[in-house]
């Protein structure tokens, strides 16, 4: 059996080690988001990840539009569906987000395991690689689409940011949002972002 490498130590020690030390010498560090950056620089170090997070070209099903080839071209619009999924919350988590051009045409189906985290953390994960994705695809404008009423509510700041673990992936978020000439938050039902949930849970799945 091959020595394990630096990136399944880090993945391993995100999900399994209590780090409890560690979290009690750093003030305002939780182990929630001690876990979520180690497996962020897992992520980084992995020779198999792009520069950006891991963009996976899912199977589409017969109701989905086809995905549209990559251009080189600026994107105007686009539309970017999150979701975020926990098993157990906090649990085995996983970010999912779908891309589209504004007549509903897929541009790319995302998603990324990010071991153990909470609900809420996994669907502002989930916004932030879709956010990325359409920015480096250069999109100029945004259009959100998520079912998680937190999420929407607290971008668009009808809600405050309580948690200490949500306030770092909050101000992420607002920061890459201010980065497009004009934004849209959209509160959709679940049956509506299906999508989106689907690589989330194939992120647990098949641990993307």
């Known amino acids: 059996m091959p020595p394990p490498s630096i990136v399944d130590i880090l993945r391993h020690i995100a999900r399994e080690e209590p780090l409890s030390s560690t979290v009690r010498t750093f003030r ?3 182990r929630e988001r001690l876990g979520q950056l180690l497996d962020e620089a897992a992520t980084r170090l992995d020779p198999a ?6 963009a996976v070209a899912g199977s589409p099903s017969s109701a989905a539009p086809a995905e549209r ?38 541009l790319a189906r995302l998603g990324r395991f990010l071991g153990t985290q909470t609900n809420n953390t996994a669907e502002y994960q989930g916004l932030l690689l879709g956010l990325r994705h359409a920015k ?10 998520a079912d998680s009423e937190l999420l929407i509510r607290q ?5 405050q940011v309580k948690s200490a673990t949500l306030k770092p992936l909050f101000d992420e978020a607002r920061k890459l949002l201010a980065t497009f000439a004009r934004v849209r938050l959209h509160h959709i039902p679940r049956a509506k972002n299906g999508e989106a949930d689907e690589m989330s849970n194939r992120a647990i799945d098949e641990r993307m």
Not at 136 to 145: K, L, T
Not at 155 to 159: S, T
């Open 28 to 30: 305002g560090l939780t």
């Open 49 to 54: 990840s792009k520069a950006e997070d891991r």
């Open 69 to 106: 080839p990559a251009s080189s071209e600026p994107l105007g619009r686009v539309r970017v569906y999150s979701d975020g999924a926990a098993r157990g919350n906090p649990g085995p988590a996983g970010a999912g987000a779908v891309v589209t051009d504004p007549d509903g045409q897929v």
């Open 136 to 145: 480096s695809m250069g999109a100029r404008e945004v259009d959100v689409y």
């Open 155 to 159: 971008l668009g700041g009808q809600y």
